[in-house]
């Protein structure tokens, strides 16, 4: 999912930091509370063949879909309700979060080249 946000150049090591703070700070969140994607059902068919279907009504963000897990407060880490993942995750809406990314990527990238061409 990196190369797709961040593009394909090369980034420097020296950066490695910056895009650290940027990818927790700033993608994870974006990709696992606003970002909607598919998710399967799996059918068989008549020839008992298993087949994954992608239905409209299965789209939903990650975290959607770990709440609606049974169980799923088995699977946070200790210490971490979903109460404070609610307050991380509707603090910003959905329109809002992409606009917020391509920001912080502009941002992230001008603030590289800005370092790469005072090197050079």
Not at 33 to 59: A, G, L, S
Request: glycine letters at 4%.
């Amino acid at each position: 999912m990196l190369p797709k946000h961040l593009g394909h150049a090369h980034i420097p090591s020296r950066f490695a930091s910056k895009v650290n703070i940027f990818t927790q700070q700033v993608l994870s969140p974006y990709l696992n509370f606003h970002r909607p994607c598919f998710f399967p059902v799996e059918v068989t068919d008549n020839k008992r063949r298993i087949r994954k279907r992608y239905p409209y009504e299965q789209m939903m963000t990650h975290y959607d879909k770990l709440k609606s897990l049974s169980g799923a407060a088995h699977y946070l880490n200790s210490g971490t309700t979903f109460e404070q993942l609610d307050e991380i995750a509707y603090a910003i809406g959905d329109n809002e979060a992409p606009q917020r990314l391509n920001q912080a990527r502009d941002d992230l990238f001008r603030s590289i080249n800005k370092s790469l061409k005072s090197h050079a």
